[in-house]
């Protein structure tokens, strides 16, 4: 049983920075890619950034990209999500998912495992 849980959310106001933590109970961590998505209010959930199974490679929604940086440590069972520079737009519950696929697919039915979510809101 794959179980993902999400933390780090909050209120936060436009340029602010905010880390989201999810931690991961599997037993093979180091074989599932990692991901972040989100989903604003009205709105379809998004890819935001994902990191391959090793760590040594990420990519990023074009929305995020510059702002956002994704790690982990698969010692800890751990994924993070370094948000700076935040904006209105990017107010959304954050999702944690995992894939034994590659972390470049984007489409959220290509993640199998999601956590409950956290709550960002960055007031403008």
């Known amino acids: 049983q794959v179980q993902l849980v999400e933390s780090g959310g909050g209120l936060v106001q436009a340029g602010d920075s905010l880390r989201l933590s999810c931690v991961a109970s599997?037993?093979?961590?180091?074989?599932?890619?990692m991901g972040w998505f989100r989903q604003a209010p009205g709105k379809e959930r998004e890819f935001v950034a994902a990191?391959?199974?090793?760590?040594?490679?990420?990519t990023f929604a074009d929305s995020v990209k510059g702002r956002f940086t994704v790690s982990r440590d698969n010692a800890k069972n751990m994924v993070y999500l370094q948000m700076n520079n935040l904006n209105a737009e990017d107010t959304a519950v954050y999702y944690c998912?995992?894939?034994?696929?590659?972390?470049?697919?984007?489409?959220?039915?290509?993640?199998?495992?999601w956590g409950q979510g956290t709550q960002v809101t960055v007031s403008s």
């Open positions: 990191i391959s199974r090793s760590g040594s490679s990420t």
């Open positions: 599997i037993r093979t961590f180091s074989s599932y890619a």
């Open positions: 998912a995992a894939s034994s696929g590659s972390y470049l697919l984007r489409r959220s039915a290509n993640w199998a495992y």
